[in-house]
């Protein structure tokens, strides 16, 4: 049965806001099922090196290497017509930026220059799915920069 880890709490800000400028529990924005366009969260404009990071809902252990997918809704404010690089990473065991735990996988964006919402995914390798000991531990955090 296919399970899905959602942002759940939010961990570190910097500053990241909600699409309304919030800064209060800005995870709520990017936990729904199916992508909400209407709400998320956006990095200052020309970042240098932002980062966010929220914990993830804790899931039971599939048992399999196999179908273990990160995915990641990306834009650029239709005002600012900067080019954004993004990255995403999976980590386990993070405490802060300090400490970030064990990196499970991380795939990047370069350049984006879209005003439209777009998904991109990536499929973690059998080794990076056997390399999560412990899925009540998991993190996603993502850097935004101005290239």
């Not at 049965?1 to 759940?8: D, E, K, L, S, Y």
């Not at 252990?61 to 990641?72: E, F, K, Q, V, W």
């Not at 995403?88 to 993070?94: A, D, H, I, K």
Request: proline share 3%; with cysteine; glycine share 6%.
């Amino acid at each position: 049965m296919a399970q899905f880890a959602r942002p759940n709490l939010t961990t570190t800000l910097l500053n990241y806001t909600d699409q309304g400028g919030g800064i209060v529990n800005i995870h709520l924005a990017i936990d729904e099922v199916s992508a909400d366009d209407a709400d998320y969260i956006r990095s200052p404009t020309s970042p240098a090196n932002e980062v966010y990071v929220c914990t993830l809902s804790s899931v039971t252990d599939p048992a399999l290497s196999t179908g273990h997918i990160m995915r990641m809704r990306t834009a650029v404010d239709v005002g600012s017509q900067e080019s954004l690089d993004f990255t995403q990473q999976l980590r386990q065991g993070y405490i802060s930026e300090a400490s970030q735990g064990t990196l499970i996988a991380s795939q990047s964006r370069t350049g984006v220059t879209s005003t439209t919402w777009t998904t991109s995914t990536y499929t973690l390798s059998a080794a990076e799915a056997d390399a999560i000991t412990n899925y009540a531990s998991l993190f996603f955090r993502l850097t935004s920069n101005k290239p």
